[in-house]
């Protein structure tokens, strides 16, 4: 549920004031500039998609959070090799209606209403053609995809007065529309979300992901060619449960503004993706994402 934000005082939590156009204006060049650097982030630092929900604002006004930030990930789906990158995150909402960027990932609410929420998803996946190990860097390179779905979700707010206290659950699905890997994912996830002290905000998450036929096969197949050119033995990976992951994001306000956070995520990779050479032979079906970023509140 879409609530407006806290404000930090010796007596709790306040309202905010209204946003004024200029902080509206400023909110438009940041959001734009995130979405225009949203293609580098790398999508294996979002496969666990464990965000970490803050309080948001609502009301007649325009209301936005941006964060800017790192993530520490795999540098393919798999891979036993990390690699840092940019990860920005940003919040725009008016009323219960919202866009939400993760990385490459945005997520639009059309529904007005405090409890359900649905709308388009779109997910940008960059491609596999320069990682850490010789033997998967040898395989045929794998194109970006655009992926296109929707979400629908269902949030309860423990404490109606205090936003700090939600719990929801989210499935998403999305079908590749650039024949990069042709194929199609679902993922249910669910969330808690607790204050450990007063600017405190903790969510615990889990969730688990379904891939097709043509995703699994795409990223973790190994053909006969890039058997004879990799060394890495032949492969077809079937669809099924891709995996299952749980996530811990924390949030600190350091005033009613600003704030401080991170987020780590545990993956583990199962069925065909786990038995893959690509992850069996070269990477690892365990994975770990570490994310690290300073929020501004407008």
Avoid at 65 to 83: C, F, K, N, Q, T
Avoid at 166 to 171: D, G, I
Avoid at 184 to 195: D, E, F, V
Avoid at 241 to 251: G, H, K, P, Q, T
Wanted: aromatic content about 10%.
């Amino acid at each position: 549920m879409i609530k407006r934000l806290p404000k930090l005082s010796e007596k709790g939590y306040r309202t905010m004031p209204k946003t004024s156009p200029f902080k509206t204006a400023l909110l438009t060049l940041s959001a734009a500039a995130l979405v225009a650097g949203a293609g580098a982030v790398p999508a294996r630092a979002q496969d666990g998609d464990g965000e970490s929900e803050r309080p948001a604002e609502s009301g007649p006004d325009l209301n936005a959070r941006v964060v800017l930030g790192g993530v520490w990930a795999p540098d393919y789906l798999g891979s036993d090799d990390h690699e840092f990158q940019p990860y920005p995150e940003a919040d725009v909402s008016y009323g219960e209606y919202y866009a939400k960027l993760r990385g490459s990932r945005l997520r639009l609410n059309v529904v007005d209403d405090p409890n359900w929420h649905a709308g388009p998803f779109i997910a940008w996946t960059p491609d596999r053609n320069d990682v850490e190990d010789d033997r998967v860097e040898r395989l045929p390179g794998i194109d970006p995809a655009l992926e296109v779905g929707g979400f629908v979700e269902y949030e309860h707010s423990v404490k109606p007065a205090d936003p700090r206290y939600a719990e929801r659950v989210r499935l998403m699905v999305r079908q590749d529309v650039t024949d990069a890997h042709g194929g199609w994912l679902a993922s249910l996830r669910g969330t808690i979300q607790r204050p450990l002290f007063r600017p405190t905000i903790a969510a615990l998450s889990a969730g688990v992901t379904y891939a097709s036929d043509d995703y699994m096969d795409t990223y973790f197949g190994v053909s006969p060619t890039g058997a004879a050119q990799s060394g890495l033995a032949a492969y077809e990976a079937d669809g099924g449960v891709r995996d299952v992951n749980v996530s811990l994001a924390v949030n600190q306000f350091l005033s009613r503004t600003w704030s401080v956070g991170g987020r780590v995520t545990y993956m583990r990779l199962l069925g065909d993706a786990a038995d893959s050479p690509v992850v069996e032979e070269a990477g690892s079906a365990d994975q770990l994402i570490v994310m690290l970023g300073v929020g501004y509140r407008f």
